[in-house]
């Protein structure tokens, strides 16, 4: 099982960008996929999550700015990202333990890491500076 974020690059305030994570091994659609993302200094922090059934999740604080798809013939998931500010810096990665659902609560997508099942890519690094 591998997965390999990428897409990630140095953008002015308010430029867009779109992260691909790409498998091999297995088939993207079979299970939930996750993004977290890691500033500097900061904990992980979860950010979007797509389940097997193509149904959509977000982190309560990335509602609006942030778009997660799917494209099962290229084995990719996608997270869109506008507007993007200083603040969303960070190493963006894709995840999954597994599961075929994400883990919601209240509608939005919660993120615990130290999954014993969970598996994680080489992020891709999103610098936000004017």
């Known amino acids: 099982v591998q997965l390999q974020a990428s897409g990630g690059g140095s953008v002015q305030p308010g430029g867009s960008l779109r992260l691909s994570c790409s498998a091999s091994?297995?088939?993207?659609?079979?299970?939930?996929i996750g993004w977290f993302r890691q500033a500097p200094g900061k904990e992980r922090e979860g950010v979007s999550c797509?389940?097997?059934?193509?149904?959509?999740s977000y982190a309560d604080s990335m509602k609006g700015r942030f778009a997660i798809s799917r494209d099962n013939a290229k084995n990719t998931v996608y997270l869109q990202i506008n507007n993007l500010k200083p603040e969303d810096t960070a190493v963006y990665s894709c995840?999954?333990?597994?599961?075929?659902?994400?883990?919601?609560?209240?509608?939005?997508?919660?993120?615990?890491?130290?999954?014993?099942?969970?598996?994680w890519g080489q992020g891709t690094l999103v610098t936000v500076s004017s």
């Open positions: 091994g297995f088939a993207l659609d079979d299970y939930a």
């Open positions: 995840t999954m333990d597994f599961s075929r659902f994400c883990s919601t609560q209240g509608g939005n997508y919660v993120y615990t890491p130290g999954n014993e099942y969970e598996y």
């Open positions: 797509i389940s097997s059934d193509g149904s959509r």
